[in-house]
């Protein structure tokens, strides 16, 4: 495993396009996350707002970047036929994807979370500025504040488990734009097909199964007890997600040819 470790940690390092990528996932999410809390003001938007969700909307775009890195990851293997040498060095095809895995996740696991540091960085020094003060019953954004501390924790969780789910369906579909439209459409359409549905209980069901409307449930700190499903049991939906890709994608690597 040590060895296969090594040479997934190589190839990361060694091609430009993993560290743009990850630059890339950070700079969106960090300017989107920005955007939005400069563009909301108390007199606009009232005093019933999350300014932690606020302040981590950019997770909602940089998803689709880590995305792209994940698929990349092992789609870029077959477009090359370098996968062919990998399996040859390795053998154990469980081991490759394991390896692909950890790797990614350690990956991403860095860069979301210097992302959403800034993104909640930047909240707790512009949304005061826009009326969201403590004469207006807002508390300044704090990972001491414990929902606060899970959302963030959570949302970084949650790009991790993107990534997760990203390299299961590439893994078991190898081509890369088919790939990234699945992982996107699993992200995006879900919250449009509910959005346009009539019955609330079919609305609310959907909204607690999709990945990332179940999942970016972790990040609200107010009114949870509305939500469609729990902070961490959203999260455990996402979870659900990329368990079973990344076991679909495992088993089609292991018992397929090529």
Known sequence: MSDALHAEWTKQRTVAGPAWLLLGAIAVTVALSAIVASAVTYASAGSDQDLTKLSLTGVYIGQAIVAILAVQSITGEYSTGMIHLTLTATPRRHTVLAAKAAILSALVLGSGTLAVL???????????????TTAHGYTMLSLSHGPTLRAATGSVLYL??????????ATAVRDPAIAIGIVLGLLYLFPIIAALLADPTLHRHLQQIGPMTAGLTIQDTTNTDHLPIGPWAGLGVTAGWAAATMITGGLLLTFRDG
């Open 118 to 132: 800034v993104s909640i960085l930047l909240g707790r020094l512009i949304l005061p500025s826009n009326g969201f």
């Open 160 to 169: 991790t488990l993107i990534a997760l789910m990203s390299l299961g369906i």
